[in-house]
């Protein structure tokens, strides 16, 4: 059974900074591609950042230059290193993998950006 579960979210002061991990069971981890979305209430879902099997990264314009995006798949786990954080960044963070067209997503972990 598949199961990816987030952690590390929580409240940071504007400026902040916070790392999210994301860690895998059940998956050949290596063999997908894995992102980031965030969800924030009432909205959309939209990709913070992507990191494909070969460890090529891609960022939304919001999160370049303060988001970086990793993975680790001898621990089977995918990290998002967030710094200089806004208001803006609140949101339910959700990791999400797939590989053709097999596609799983977490549960989501709860970045509160506020003084």
């Known amino acids: 059974q598949v199961q990816l579960v987030e952690s590390g979210g929580g409240l940071v002061q504007p400026g902040g900074s916070l790392q999210l991990s994301c860690e895998d069971s059940g998956l050949t981890f290596s063999a997908y591609n894995l992102a980031w979305y965030r969800q924030r209430p009432g909205e959309e879902r939209e990709l913070v950042a992507s990191?494909?099997?070969?460890?090529?990264?891609d960022y939304a314009s919001s999160a370049k230059g303060r988001f970086t995006i990793s993975r680790n798949n001898r621990k089977s786990t995918m990290y998002l290193q967030m710094t200089d954080l806004k208001p803006e960044d609140t949101a339910v963070y959700l990791c999400h993998a797939r590989r053709g067209s097999r596609a799983f997503w977490g549960q989501g972990t709860q970045v509160t950006v506020a003084l």
């Open positions: 990191i494909s099997m070969a460890h090529e990264t």
